[in-house]
Every structure is written in structure tokens, then in C-alpha cells.
């Protein structure tokens, strides 16, 4: 291996590893927490009503992302795209309906 490539090849390979590992490690840990939590606000009535209020909130907010995106996209610079708003409101309508539940 040491013969085909030089050091500075081999270096860049495992910085391009190390890369995409730790981009694996930060989402995997994002998805895990992001459902340990959903769990864990199901668990309780004021959970639930977090979960509500969580899904409300997700719900204007993409709603408000597709029809001002214009306006808003120059306050917010993280959206994007106008498009960012389907997977807002799907998730919102997830929160709400895991926090309309009842025990």
C-alpha cells in the first residue's frame, strides 16, 4: 500500500475516514436523542403537552417557511431552501399526533 500511494495520499484517505465517521457519530446521535426524547414526552401528560406544543410550533413555522420564504430566508439564512418546509411540517404533524394520545 505504502509503495502505490504516497504519505500525503495515505494522510488525505484518513482524514476523508475520520471525516465521514464523525458525520455518521453527530447524526446518529441527533436521531437518537430526537427519539429518546419523543419516548420520554410520551411518558407523561406534560410531555404530551410539550409534544403538542412542539408540533404546533413546527407546523406555523414550515407553513411560514413555504408561503414567506422570501422574507424569511434573509433573517434566517439556515432555510435554504423553500422546499425545507415539507419535512417542518410533516414533523410537526408527527409531534401533534403523538401528543394528542391520551392514557
Known amino acids: ?3 502505490s500511494f504516497g504519505p500525503t495520499e495515505i494522510a488525505a484517505t484518513y482524514k476523508e475516514m475520520a471525516i465521514g465517521a464523525g458525520i455518521g457519530i453527530g447524526v446518529a446521535s441527533i436521531i437518537f436523542v430526537y427519539v429518546a426524547l419523543i ?3 410520551m411518558s407523561t401528560s406534560t410531555g404530551r403537552k410539550t409534544l ?3 408540533g404546533i410550533f413546527c407546523l406555523l ?3 411560514a417557511t413555504y ?3 422570501d ?3 434573509v433573517m434566517l439564512p439556515f432555510l435554504i431552501s423553500k422546499w425545507l418546509s415539507i419535512p ?3 414533523n410537526g404533524g408527527f ?3 403523538l401528543g394528542s394520545f391520551s392514557e
Open 88 to 90: 417542518l411540517v410533516i
Open 61 to 63: 413555522f414550515g407553513f
Open 95 to 97: 409531534l401533534c399526533k
Open 71 to 73: 422574507s424569511l430566508h
Open 1 to 3: 500500500m505504502m509503495d
Open 39 to 41: 419516548v420520554y414526552g
Open 52 to 54: 403538542m406544543g412542539a
Open 67 to 69: 408561503f414567506y420564504y
